[in-house]
T-cell receptor, first 113, second 110 residues
Framework: DVKVTQSSRYLVKRTGEKVFLECVQD?????MFWYRQDPGLGLRLIYF???????EKGDIPEGYSVSREKKERFSLILESASTNQTSMYLC????????????FGSGTRLTVV | QKEVEQDPGPLSVPEGAIVSLNCTYS??????FMWYRQYSRKGPELLMY????GNKEDGRFTAQVDKSSKYISLFIRDSQPSDSATYLC??????????FGSGTRLLVRP
């Protein structure tokens, strides 16, 4: 069974901390995505990567960066966490050139205090 | 106007009812749509996808696209308490990224 694994289910961090959210997929997918999900706003795309060492800004990249050093791993970095980054973060992957659906991880609920 | 709009609900129905979940979209450039189901504290999972107009059926689920009115619907027949979840519709854009609606929360009462 294919899997997208997010390293933490729940995280609590302090304002100003640098935060790393990790995502690993075992499907050899080229494309990986980071979304945040907030009530009433749905899923909003933060960053995505079409392949190793490639990254593209999504709709809300401010305050975030990403790293894709290996095909299976896509990391989201909050450079200096702020309370408005408290959210559910979802990672997804998809095979290159496939118009089909993404496979999502279970999410990381991040609280910044 | 958001590209994909959904009524947030919650929608509460008795077990066995037919459920109709709806989305509207504003961009007609690429006619590929998906429905995801998300249980509480889980990531979304792909339920169905459909291209262009017409119906697509999978068991108790039917996805429908009406291009003329820019309307996407998901019908659930014989709804079960296990169908209680948030349902997200999504449009695939020209670069194959997904644009999601905000989701409709469904509660099926036993």
């Amino acid at each position: 069974d294919v899997k997208v694994t997010q390293s933490s289910r729940y995280l609590v961090k302090r304002t100003g901390e640098k935060v790393f959210l990790e995502c690993v997929q075992d499907m050899d997918h080229e494309n990986m995505f980071w979304y945040r999900q907030d009530p009433g706003l749905g899923l909003r795309l933060i960053y995505f990567s079409y392949d190793v060492k490639m990254k593209e800004k999504g709709d809300i990249p401010e305050g975030y960066s990403v790293s894709r050093e290996k095909k299976e791993r896509f990391s989201l970095i909050l450079e200096s966490a702020s309370t408005n980054q408290t959210s559910m973060y979802l990672c997804a992957s998809r095979a290159q050139g496939e118009a089909g659906g993404y496979t999502f991880g279970s999410g990381t609920r991040l609280t910044v205090v | 106007q958001k590209e994909v709009e959904q009524d947030p609900g919650p929608l509460s129905v008795p077990e066995g009812a037919i459920v109709s979940l709806n989305c509207t979209y504003s961009n007609s450039a690429f006619q590929y749509f998906m429905w995801y189901r998300q249980y509480s504290r889980k990531g979304p999972e792909l339920l169905m996808y459909t291209y262009s107009s017409g119906n697509k059926e999978d068991g108790r689920f039917t996805a429908q696209v009406d291009k003329s009115s820019k309307y996407i619907s998901l019908f659930i027949r014989d709804s079960q308490p296990s169908d209680s979840a948030t349902y997200l519709c999504a449009r695939v854009d020209s670069s194959y990224k997904l644009i999601f609606g905000s989701g409709t929360r469904l509660l099926v009462r036993p």
